[in-house]
Nanobody, 116 residues
Framework: QVQVVESGGGLVQAGGSLRLSCAAS????????MGWYRQAPGKQRELVAA???????NYTDSMKGRFTISRDNAKNTVYLQMNSLKPEDTAVYYC??????????WGQGTQVTVSS
């Protein structure tokens, strides 16, 4: 079983920055993909960014240039650096871990609130 724990959310003013972290632990042989989704009130969950074990990244267009995803494979940890934050970035951010042959594992979510 894989445990996924996010940290780093909080309240920030528009234009500010936050860095989210997500650590996976448990019985892990090989993590294929780690990434972030977010869900704002009344909206569907949407992909923010993802990164493979080979450091190939994928971003949703609205986050490109402002958000940067990175990972430390030795620590089974993924990071999301968020710059130039906007009020519309306010959401709960969820980390997920994809291991080949297993269902995705999700964290409990961390709240990011951007004030105008």
């Amino acid at each position: 079983q894989v445990q996924v724990v996010e940290s780093g959310g909080g309240l920030v003013q528009a234009g500010g920055s936050l860095r989210l972290s997500c650590a996976a632990s448990g019985i892990i042989f090989s993590i294929n993909v780690m990434g972030w989704y977010r869900q704002a009130p009344g909206k569907q969950r949407e992909l923010v960014a993802a990164i493979t074990s080979g450091d190939k990244t994928n971003y949703t267009d609205s986050m490109k240039g402002r958000f940067t995803i990175s990972r430390d494979n030795a620590k089974n940890t993924v990071y999301l650096q968020m710059n130039s934050l906007k009020p519309e970035d306010t959401a709960v951010y969820y980390c997920y871990v994809r291991i080949l042959g297993s269902p995705d594992s999700w964290g409990q979510g961390t709240q990011v609130t951007v004030s105008s």
